[in-house]
């Protein structure tokens, strides 16, 4: 098999004499035989490195900058606590990751919500927890927002976000992309600002900048300059028209990672100089006294930590058109633990990870084992002739949108989390049970 | 707005005069009240009237019929309950289905055992269990089930699925479909043939017959005719040239259910008479005994009784270009119970449940509360221009494929499902809590 692509495995991975993939210092079969399979294995190391380099890459000595943690990637105790270890904050988008980054200590006022519906019972939860802000979507959230503040003596900081016309994607960006999507206020329309001098107006809200989120899995900085450059127009245009001085730009997030080999992202140190730069020379150009930059990775800081460790369960060739052949190879998980690759048509890399093979590679297809023929992993990929029921395979890039879209479908118990550091591994999550299942089910206990 | 698609919307709804939908004689806004949005309604008496229906249009004189509920659709215990008094048996897929099924007092007798890769642990429970049949799907699980039985002094039942090159879809199928799929044995290859005489060998099992599955959301029956004139060819050639009489043919799932008034699936009598009649009219050309007749409905039982109940949360009306409008409704649920609109592209039909509306119809697309801008729930609908806040929006046809999926995406609980009948409600599934969510995070108990 091929040497191990540094730009997709977890950092510390290594290939053993026996032909074992080793995560953190621990052992394939070692993981496989004391937490079963289905496995997420998420190196620490690799997570706390990518938080150490968006701290180091976004400190300038001429912009303020803050990096929040988007938790809807992976959110767990453990690594909310690397983050927050690591300087970051969190961003939140419901009840329930604001409620899970509370429980698991990280301090409010490294906190941001997030979301275009937020019920009147998240504002609450936020506001009384005092996080550090909150993103406005919507004028009926700014409304939900003024009854909540209504009776409170504190002030709470909010963001609004902006809908600037802009849409990235992998390698390019489209720069006249028109506003159809559920999130922010547009500019061009007006709304943004209609929203802006709405909260000015609202004692209790304090309107400390605006956000914006333009994809996810880029790859360029164009499309985050063309906001950037949007975004402090119209910043230059609130503080002309309404004197208004605005702290913090928040440009999310979307920085892509390597899911296979080809797949070739900046480093994060270029993106931030990047926006660095253009955020720095736009303010100067406009005159206007340069904002707060806030960026947002999840992705880019949990997706490459960690894989999935399946058993091989059954081998089926079969006969394509021509003289060519297809194997495929089920495993015991599937679109139960990795929906993206039937939602987005996301590619991964897989290898054998129990022992060294020797046989020649042919064309597969890794499958899961759903009553359901969409239930592909992997739809085209090379493995070893020689793979055989309970080898264990290794899907990479396995970090981020995973667990946190794991589903029961065919009652599959969701897999455990596991992070392996130094020879040691620690249970982030535990797998679910039948048990954890059925208690729901009220029809067993009437 | 228009009046009520019987076609779509579980039979028992009703408008109400003040203009609330009720179900099973339960109003909309009662059951909000009670249970919180989202959640699942099943009308029960839908569901039974569906489980009589193919109970009913599978009775004939002239043709063994035995129809299983397919469980991966809906699986709760009193569904279970609901399928075995209506005289049906049950399709798993799983360990965790066939748990379910066992627990909610379903016959082993009428359950029969699916999927690609059934552990050796998921067998074996399926052996000791004594159930019906299980469907064998390749040489490594004959392997497997060989091992199992070896100690027995029990046969067990088997059916081995078949892939007949017979590809299904709404209107049209194709005939000449490669075999390119995880599911099944290849007739043309050999492969097949090649699995039932090695099942014939060995003592402990009994080849009861053979499977086909073509396809879902199926409206018309000629794939189903196709498949089963394939099916019957080679059950012919396998008495030809083994001397084996095959008891049972299973032409599988698959029959439509509509989801939007221009959907026009056909009955199931239609359905039923169609398949009775090319089993026997092909078995008497080819001059074998009828085999018995097995189908698995899985959505044309549940898809059609349940409605999703949201509360509408924002509203926001976005330009398009050119002088066009689109209002963007979001409410309390999205992806994570509804994961279909974004895998498959389906459709569906929504209306206010709450109360009377009076607007004119806008363009508008309903979208969930998930930090995803795909996170589209109905693309294009039209709503009324005087929904608000506060309304309750009811989604029909999500019996099938919804809560079975549904994920935790962004720490979201999911939904609870609650059976309506004769202005009663009980309660099927409870709502998930964050502590249950909680409970499987370790770094919060450790």
Known sequence: ???????????????????????????????????????????????????????????FSDLEC???????????????????????GVDVASGGELGLALAAGVPPERIVLHGNNKSAEELERAVSAGISAIVIDSFDEIIRLQQIVRHQNDVVDVLIRLTLGVEAHTHEFISTAHE???????????????????????????????????????????????????ALAFIAHMKAQHDFETEELDLGGGLGIAYVPSDDPPSVAMMAKALHDIVVSESARLKIKTPRLSVEPGRAIVGQSTVTLYEVGTIKPIQLDGDEERVYVSVDGGMSDNIRTALYGAEYTARVASRETIGAGLQSRLVGKHCESGDILIRDLVLPSDIAPGDLIAVAATGAYHRSMA???????????????????????????????????????R
């Open 66 to 88: 803050s990096v929040h943690y988007a938790s809807k990637a992976f959110a767990s105790a453990d690594v909310f606590r690397w983050v927050v270890e690591g300087g970051l």
């Open 1 to 59: 098999m091929d040497a191990l692509e540094p730009r997709v495995w977890p950092m510390t991975t290594a290939l053993a004499v026996d032909g074992q993939l080793v995560f953190g210092g621990v052992f394939s079969k070692q993981l496989a035989r004391e937490y079963g399979t289905p496995l997420f294995v998420v190196d620490e190391a690799d997570v706390r490195y990518r938080i150490a380099e968006f701290s180091k890459a976004f400190a």
């Open 407 to 445: 589903s029961n479908y065919n009652m599959l118990t969701r897999p455990a989390v596991v992070s392996v550091k130094d020879g040691q591994s620690t249970l982030l999550i535990r797998r679910e049970t039948e048990a954890d299942l059925f208690a729901l089910d009220q029809g067993l206990h």
């Open 180 to 230: 159809d999507q559920k999130f922010g206020l547009s500019v061009t329309s007006g709304a943004a600002e209609q929203a802006a001098v709405a909260v000015i107006g609202i004692p209790g809200l304090r309107l400390r900048g605006f956000h914006s989120h333009i994809g996810s899995q880029i790859f360029e900085p164009i499309g985050f300059e063309e906001s950037a450059k949007r």
